[in-house]
Structure formats: C-alpha cells, structure tokens
C-alpha cells in the first residue's frame, strides 16, 4: 500500500495533497503503513481512509476503498459502528472483541465477527483530528 498511497491523488479528497499534510496525519499514515497488523486511519470530519497491506483482506473484494470516507465503505453496517466512530473523535477510545456484524465485502452479505479498536487521533496542536 505504500506505493498506492504515495501515487494516490489525494488532491481529490477534502485531505488535499500530500505536500500540505499536517505533521502528525504523515507520521501517523506512516506508522500504520509501516506496520504488520491491519490498521486503517481515518482522517478529519469526512473520516477519508489510508490503509495499509493487512488491512485489504478485511475489505475483500469492496470497489477501491483508499481514499474514500470510512462511513461509505462501511455503509452497511454503519448504524452499528458509526456511533463507535464517533465517540473516537470525541477523544474515546474503544476496544471491542468478537463483535458479529453482516457486511458486504463485495460477494455479497456475510456476517463476521471483528476484534477492533477506534483510538483518537490527535494533531499536532492536540486537537482530535483522526481515529
């Protein structure tokens, strides 16, 4: 994923491009993209997406998804985790175990069951800017 974000036009999105980034969403893109563990990063109000390698087996076969807010790609169960969602940007963290949720990863709808947390993110004036 990380030749994808980096030729990724980000100027599409509310991000911007990548030259204007704020510091702490390039060193947090970078963190979970350097990592082995699925993580996924989403970014201001519109919650846009920057996923890493681990994180695409979760998505399965859904349209691109890099990009785009998390509550379009998880549109189907978004009554379930947006309001997760949100208390994250409200600065809560949550961390849930096994949670059952029907979902669409593009072959049609299958229930899973999910270990998951939603952490807030902050920029670097420590305004909660990500989750």
Known sequence: MNAQVREFDWSITPLGSRAG???????TS????RSDFPKCLCWGPEMITIYNDA???????????LGQPFRKIWAE???????IADRALQGQ??????????IERGDGHETGWFTFCY???????????GL
């Open 30 to 33: 970078d963190l979970i993209l």
């Open 55 to 65: 994180f695409v087996p979760i998505l399965g076969h859904k349209a691109p998804c």
């Open 93 to 102: 963290s949550t961390f849930i175990r096994n949670y059952e949720l029907q």
């Open 77 to 83: 169960a978004w009554h379930e985790i947006g309001p």
């Open 119 to 129: 952490s807030p993110v902050a920029d670097e004036n420590g305004v909660i800017s």
């Open 21 to 27: 980034w704020p510091v702490a969403l390039r060193i």
